[in-house]
């Protein structure tokens, strides 16, 4: 696309200019004022005008060739749009219209083809229509100074004046030009099935509309679906709590729209809590992170819904064994449309077999047993504004919640043990996206979002009451701008402040005990980035980076430079290498201290970095890539190292003699990830592997060096899927080593030195759990009801061995000095079904 290289204030004063020459030669050679015209007329014709000057000053117009009077005045009324009415033979008026008639033809820039169902809208007016099958439109009773739009899809719109298009004998035609738009490069357009694409930065894409089928998913869950990549796992089997490299859920940054989210499940995360009917396209990114994302030292996963005016209205709805939603997307009009959606589940008063087996993994090993009642639901909207075709704004809002109530009935008569837990966010935010010129860009962003998880447990015949609660409150603002250097050489440029406040309260009445835990960070943010593409588009770079300023009110003030580096490069025709780096940084973790935590549910507490006992959270990372892709095969590899400093024992989940030692450490992870797959238009079939040698460091524990909470040294998965007609299956197998955790000590298993008594264990996670391994099926058919109309019926299963893997195991000193073993177990034999039809 050529390109503007002059800003709209230098090409203002050059048209100013170039008008003021034109108009000027257009005087000295063949135009005349009107109302000298009219003097001379009537001399020649013996008649008088009557007229009020400013109706006719200032204008300009050419002599007529004719002899003939009533010739002369009906050109003037052509070409001026001035009434003209005759009162007599010898005297006539004239008065400046205040509406206007119009016409005109819309042609291509090559003016070879009509451009029918373009819309023309006329400003300051209720007027708008579209040109017929010739591309003509016509309009009376148009406002003489109003300005016209012109637009169409693939061409760039038009705006101009009225009156350059009044109806005369002939009407004028206007070309318009092709609209380009520079996307992504895919380097594999169909990467294990239809939707899932990797681009040039080595980031996935995952496009929900287009998105075929994965082994155990009927319909599309977007944080279950990236785990099938490799390096992307989640060791507890939930699909929100995901470890991308080794690292902590709350190590990763999850967007939505722009906005963080500090909640990401339903059914305490065994579903996902966005609805992928109105998530567009997902992006993940496990290293090369750009310079426009803070935060998130081990992944980032960016969510974005609705991004342009739909053409038509659109939607759906549907149900599974757990839940039912609606959506749609509806052009309100041509600059305004909205999406919708809706979710619940009817899990409070229906029980399905999935929901047992659901409830069976989310409430193991916790004080739920009995007469619970849990529903989740979440809200979505979003409006979509076109202020101009150069200017757009959007805003988002999403609400969701998980709920829990349920009663522990006893023997003795007394009243019953009563709890309930709330788990909810609310998020909301806009952004204002402008095109100043062709080769200069902006976008203005800001939202808030609010997390907050509240625990009433009351027992003891209504006589002890404890209450916790977690409530972060965040705000953000954000400008980024893009200047085209050249037309390979991209600048982005930026600033963003983010203040987050989290509280932690915790209340007992008998015994009495208080704790009410506040902080506030301030985050500012300047980053840049240049971006190179080659002419023949072989190599592809970024380099940038963050200067970031964080400020707790009450403990620390930190700079923290991150450099950001992503490089790829196709030295062989279908063969690619990718070099990527990033040094990132976060001030927000979660901490997991007590197995009672929120009655044993959702054990996890967003804190804040102090600079003391939970340090900034920073990490370096590397790799080195291969890939080989043709239309049918990839092979792909890569090699990475990633460090994070400034981890506190509290965020990694120990269950051993390090559980409350509050020690800052590190952890390293050398890796490697494989994949292959073959596809055609019919099947998909891959193999991946990932390898990871993940360690702890703790200088002021014994040993000092030792294997990490998530320390999976091998993960393989062999699937693929087929589609025959309207029908999809998909077969998939998963395998992962057992992942270390602690025994007690063998020879001496309680410590009777100390009151209360301790268990003695053995070197930390010096043991491994058995190996893990799942089978899982599903199938889609889709019936074409008509052109508009579709039903789409699904079925899955995970787990269709019925395979009970250990997940987790760990122990507790009982009252009589025996020690508990308690063993957390993966999902059983879970199917599913689903019922959509959309439109």
């Not at 042609?107 to 209720?126: K, M, Q, R």
């Not at 080659?534 to 009450?554: A, I, Q, V, W």
């Not at 804190?607 to 239309?631: E, H, M, R, V």
């Not at 990475?640 to 409350?660: E, L, P, R």
Request: hydrophobic share 35%; net charge negative; with cysteine.
């Amino acid at each position: 696309m050529q390109k503007r290289h002059q800003n709209n204030f230098i090409v203002f004063l050059f048209l100013l200019v170039f008008s003021m020459n034109s108009y000027a030669q257009t005087i000295d050679n063949d135009s005349i004022l009107l109302r000298d015209y009219l003097s001379e007329l009537e001399t020649s014709f013996n008649v008088k005008f009557s007229y009020a000057d400013s109706d006719v000053n200032a204008i300009y117009i050419e002599k007529s060739n004719s002899d003939s009077l009533d010739a002369i005045l009906n050109s003037l009324r052509n070409t001026t749009g001035i009434t003209i009415t005759k009162l007599n033979d010898r005297y006539y008026t004239l008065t400046k219209a205040t509406t206007i008639t119009i016409c005109g033809f819309v042609l291509d820039n090559f003016e070879e083809n009509t451009i029918p169902g373009a819309t023309v809208e006329i400003y300051e007016s209720n007027l708008s229509g579209f040109t017929d099958a010739n591309g003509a439109f016509s309009f009376e009773n148009v406002p003489r100074n109003s300005l016209i739009q012109i637009k169409h899809i693939g061409f760039k719109p038009i705006f101009i004046e009225a009156k350059e298009f009044i109806k005369t004998t002939d009407c004028k035609t206007i070309a318009m030009a092709l609209s380009y738009q520079e996307l992504d490069e895919v380097i594999v357009t169909q990467f294990l099935t239809t939707g899932l694409n990797k681009l040039s930065d080595a980031s996935i894409e995952l496009n929900t509309e287009k998105f075929g089928i994965l082994p155990g998913v009927s319909e599309p869950d977007i944080l279950q679906t990236v785990q099938a990549l490799p390096g992307i796992k989640s060791v507890d089997e939930t699909v929100s709590d995901i470890n991308i490299r080794g690292g902590t859920n709350d190590q990763n940054l999850i967007l939505w729209d722009g906005i963080k989210m500090y909640q990401t499940g339903h059914f305490f995360g065994l579903i996902s809590a966005f609805n992928p009917y109105v998530t567009e396209k997902v992006s993940i990114i496990k290293n090369g992170t750009s310079a426009i994302y803070g935060g998130g030292v081990s992944g980032t996963l960016s969510m974005k819904s609705m991004q342009e005016l739909p053409l038509y209205a659109k939607g759906g709805a549907g149900f599974n064994l757990i839940s039912g939603d609606v959506f749609g997307e509806i052009p309100v009009n041509e600059n305004l449309a909205i999406q919708i959606s809706a979710r619940r589940s009817y899990t409070d008063f229906l029980n399905t077999p999935t929901y047992t087996t659901f409830s069976e993994k989310a409430f193991q090993d916790t004080e739920v047993d009995n007469e619970s009642e849990f529903y989740f639901y979440d809200f979505t909207t979003k409006f979509i504004y076109e202020i101009n075709p150069y200017h757009h704004v959007s805003a988002s809002m999403i609400t969701m919640s998980n709920n829990l109530n349920y009663l522990e009935t006893t023997n003795d008569g007394t009243a019953p043990n009563r709890s309930n837990l709330n788990q909810d966010n609310f998020s909301i935010g806009s952004q204002l996206q402008s095109e100043w010129t062709d080769v200069f860009t902006s976008q203005l962003s800001f939202y808030y979002t609010q997390y907050d998880l509240d625990a009433l447990s009351i027992s003891n015949n209504d006589t002890q009451q404890l209450t916790q609660n977690n409530l972060v409150k965040e705000s953000n603002v954000k400008l980024t701008t893009n200047y085209q250097l050249w037309d390979t050489i991209n600048w982005m440029n930026g600033y963003e402040f983010t203040e987050t406040g989290i509280e932690n309260t915790t209340n007992i009445n008998q015994p009495p005990f208080a704790s009410n835990i506040k902080g506030v960070i301030r985050h500012h943010a300047l980053f840049s980035e240049l971006n190179y593409s080659s002419e023949n588009e072989k190599l592809k770079s970024s380099l940038g980076g963050r200067l970031n300023y964080f400020e707790n009110l009450n403990t620390f003030k930190e700079y923290v430079f991150e450099p950001r580096l992503n490089i790829s490069y196709e030295f062989l025709p279908n063969f690619k290498t990718e070099v990527l780096g990033e040094f990132k940084s976060q001030v927000t973790n979660q901490i997991i201290d007590l197995e009672q935590n929120f009655l044993g549910i959702e054990k996890r507490r967003w804190i804040l970095s102090d600079g003391d006992a939970l340090p900034i959270t920073k990490s370096k990372q590397g790799s080195i890539g291969f890939n080989y892709d043709t239309d049918k095969f990839y092979l792909g590899i890569d090699g990475f190292y990633k460090k994070v400093d400034g981890i506190n024992v509290y965020t990694q989940g120990f269950q051993n003699q390090n559980q409350f030692d509050g020690e800052i450490g590190s952890y390293v992870v050398k890796g490697a990830e494989f994949l292959i797959n073959t596809k055609n238009n019919y099947y998909s079939a891959w193999l991946s592997y990932t390898f990871n040698k993940n360690d702890y460091t703790f200088d002021a524990l014994s040993p000092t060096i030792f294997p990490n909470n998530l320390d999976v040294r091998h993960a393989v998965t062999l699937a693929g899927n087929y589609t025959i007609g309207n029908l999809k299956l998909g077969l998939g197998l998963n395998y992962k080593s057992g992942k270390p955790f602690t025994q007690p000590d063998k020879n001496d298993p309680i410590n009777e030195a100390v009151f209360p008594n301790e268990i003695n264990y053995e070197e930390s996670n010096s043991s491994r759990l058995p190996e893990y391994l799942r089978a899982d099926a599903s199938a889609i058919y889709t019936l074409n009801i008509n052109d508009k109309v579709k039903t789409t019926l699904g079925a899955s299963v995970l787990n269709f061995t019925h395979r009970r893997n250990t997940l987790n195991t760990y122990y507790r000193l009982q009252e009589d000095n025996t020690i508990e073993t308690i063993e957390r177990l993966s999902l059983g034999i879970t199917p599913n079904f689903s019922l959509r039809i959309s439109f």
